[in-house]
């Protein structure tokens, strides 16, 4: 019996649900029903097709959509795994994780972050003796070239440095190549620059994979790099059935190596391909929806695409000039308080973006004097926090005895810590002896010089990194091994002593860890190893959860998120669009930035903007952001303007000033919004205290 997957889909999206052969793309606009079409789609090829569940590959950006996706498809075919509906990244580790022994690494393989491989390059440099260039610097064109699939030779020679400075580039990158290898880790890019080399390197691997994959699905194609690409082209050039949904004006990721163009080069090798256009949209209003076709048309040689919506306009756009940011600041505070006070609005219904995350401070202070509970979406990552890296490193020790990062990072957590001549043996030996350095602990008595207190500390530091692997080896319960982790270790107790100001809020993400691993098991999770690499695979959006708080990010983390109540503050040149956008591709890329953030919003959209405003430590004037200007005026209403004192501030109250310190208010007039202050640097001077940057400090 055939499942009924076609009622309540427009023509357009049944035309892309009944498309089951050869190649296809979809021209998604946002909120046009993208994930409904992908996840009817794979309900109708294995109910009314007959396709096996494990022959189809979908890929996504965010662990968030994966998720997303497999909840849908179970609702419809109850008992469904979904276990390959996966990022990029969590594909590739599964695919590595079965076959990556042949590229010359074992399987149990650990997966770094960026801030392990900055310590391996700052390891590398200084081993090379080159302390003319930074790890910082190097990190990023690394993922550049990995991203790219380029040569690195081509790579680092046509990069704008000297001669001596680009050899030296190349050197470092070699070294930390094969350092990463000699400790059998991986790098967030080699994840998928591996894997197609594996594909590449080794056909009959890839004739394994593109038998298993028969049908593949990739969601947000426009945000592909060349790596990704490749890597699609390689499972799906056989068969061809290969079904991409993209949307070209929501391409913003650049810096990241995505390549817009990807779409077309999908045309170019797949001319036969079916295209279908999805243009109505079931999120925003008619106005929100008119605004960001307008912004959006300015761009050039874009595929020609007009959202549209039966719901009707909505309200108007509100576009606030502020005198300041601390003004914005307030007003973004106040309408919040509003729309939930009238409009039943809950606060997990508002978000607030901006250009960077400099911004925020202003706004959270804003929040805070009202009681509105906030979340920042990507400024500090939870699996970045010390105390989580820490525990981390027991259990990558675990699973992986070659990770010298977490060996050296844990080993010297006791008071009777190893010096760095006994790691630097310790090194030594376990490349002679051709052991992981956590096995070269068994032999203490060869290392040259180490004194009894030194022999003591590693000899108990051997014997209780093989007591969590034993545990681990027994099928102990993460939750349990963790446990253990903190039991033997003492961690709470030191974490006390050492950092008592810090320890409860660290504590708190201890047990948080220890949640998500109940979690992860609960949701059919199985083994440390995928338990640490999910760790690392984590994205920025999936910090977004179903807490009631006003949730705070960069426009580009709010990418793939949508919120009733959106405010897009900073709508100033210079800001936003960003002063480093010079060239046409760089401007229309911040404009489709724009395009992102306004088709966020499902009912009340605001853009706000400031006469002055002080970042990065200077004040600035800036001009309205050329986006304001490129929706027509009919579709915006400019709000009053209103009073938002700093302070409540009286006659005798002592004042702070930005540029003319302490000051004493001496008289207020006009109904106290213009203060006589006499300060200390300044004289005294008239002010207005709805824009002085003025705090009360006694």
């Not at 901006?354 to 990507?378: C, D, F, M, W």
């Not at 100033?572 to 953030?597: A, H, I, K, N, T």
């Not at 853009?607 to 990065?616: A, D, E, K």
Request: proline share 3%; glycine share 6%; hydrophobic share 35%.
């Amino acid at each position: 019996m055939e499942l009924d997957l076609f009622n309540g889909l427009n023509s357009r999206q049944t035309e892309a649900v009944r498309h089951t052969q050869g190649p296809c793309m979809i021209l998604a606009g946002a909120g046009s029903g993208k994930t409904k079409v992908l996840t009817c789609r794979i309900a109708n090829l294995i109910v009314n097709e007959g396709v096996s569940p494990d022959s189809i590959m979908a890929i996504t950006f965010t662990n968030k959509a994966a998720q997303e996706m497999k909840k849908r498809i179970r609702n419809m075919i109850p008992g469904y795994s979904g276990q390959w509906i996966q990022t990029f990244h969590a594909a590739c580790y599964k695919i590595l994780r079965m076959d990556i022994q042949h590229l010359g690494y074992d399987k149990n393989f650990v997966i770094m972050d960026d801030s392990d491989c900055k310590s391996l390059l700052k390891s590398t440099l200084k081993e090379n003796q080159f302390y003319d260039v930074k790890a910082e610097d190097l990190l990023y064109p690394i993922k550049q070239m990995k991203n790219r699939l380029a040569n690195p030779e081509e790579f680092f020679i046509n990069m704008k440095l000297s001669l001596e400075m680009k050899e030296k580039y190349l050197q470092i990158y070699r070294a930390y190549s094969r350092q990463l290898k000699e400790i059998n880790a991986l790098d967030f890019e080699d994840l998928i620059v591996l894997c197609t080399k594996l594909f590449r390197n080794f056909p009959e691997v890839l004739e394994k994979y593109r038998n298993w994959f028969r049908y593949i699905l990739v969601d947000e194609y426009q945000d592909t790099n060349m790596s990704q690409y490749d890597l699609i082209h390689c499972l799906a050039e056989r068969n061809k059935n290969l079904f991409i949904v993209g949307d070209p004006d929501q391409s913003i990721y650049s810096w990241r190596g995505a390549e817009p163009h990807n779409i077309k080069r999908f045309l170019k090798d797949y001319p036969e391909a079916r295209v279908i256009k999805l243009e109505q949209n079931y999120r925003s209003t008619g106005n929100i929806l008119d605004a960001a076709n307008h912004i959006i048309n300015y761009n050039t040689g874009r595929e020609d695409k007009h959202l549209f919506t039966d719901s009707g306009p909505g309200e108007l756009i509100t576009c606030f000039n502020a005198p300041d940011s601390f003004q914005e600041a307030r007003f973004i505070a106040e309408n919040i308080s509003e729309a939930l006070a009238s409009e039943g609005c809950r606060y997990r219904d508002c978000a607030i973006f901006y250009r960077t995350h400099a911004q925020s401070r202003v706004i959270e202070e804003a929040l805070t004097r009202r009681n509105i509970p906030y979340k920042i979406i990507g400024a500090s990552k939870f699996y970045d926090r010390k105390e989580i890296k820490d525990i981390l490193s027991y259990l990558r020790l675990v699973c992986n005895p070659n990770d010298i990062l977490s060996f050296e990072r844990i080993v010297n957590m006791s008071k009777k810590g190893v010096g760095r001549k006994t790691l630097d043996k310790i090194r030594t030996l376990a490349q002679e002896k051709a052991l992981p350095i956590l096995e070269v602990l068994n032999f203490t008595e060869e290392i040259a010089g180490l004194g009894q207190k030194s022999r003591a500390t590693l000899e108990e530091f051997y014997g209780m990194l093989k007591y969590f692997t034993a545990l681990n080896d027994g099928g102990s319960s993460l939750a349990d091994l963790l446990d253990a982790v903190l039991e033997t270790t003492s961690y709470k107790e030191t974490l006390i002593k050492n950092d008592h100001l810090e320890a409860e809020a660290r504590l708190e993400n201890i047990h948080e860890l220890r949640s998500l691993a109940l979690e992860f098991e609960q949701n059919g999770g199985s083994g440390l190893e995928e338990f640490l690499a999910g760790t690392v695979l984590v994205q920025e959006a999936d910090d977004v959860d179903d807490s009631d708080l006003v949730f705070m990010m960069t426009f580009h983390g709010a990418k793939g998120l949508e919120f009733s109540h959106v405010f897009m503050s900073g709508m100033e040149e210079g800001v936003f669009p960003s002063y480093r956008s010079e060239s046409r591709e760089e401007m229309e890329e911040e404009r489709r930035l724009c395009y992102v953030g306004i088709t966020r919003a499902r009912k009340r959209l605001f853009l706000s903007h400031t006469v002055t405003r002080l970042l990065y430590g200077y004040e600035r004037n800036n001009a309205p952001s050329r986006f304001l200007k490129e929706i027509p005026e009919g579709l915006l209403k400019i709000p009053a303007q209103r009073v938002y004192l700093h302070t409540p501030i009286q006659e005798g109250d002592t004042v702070l000033h930005r540029k003319f310190g302490p000051g004493n208010v001496l008289e207020l007039r006009e109904d106290g919004i213009i203060a006589i202050i006499d300060f200390e640097r300044g004289g005294t001077k008239m002010m207005r205290l709805d824009m002085a940057p003025l705090e009360k400090i006694g």
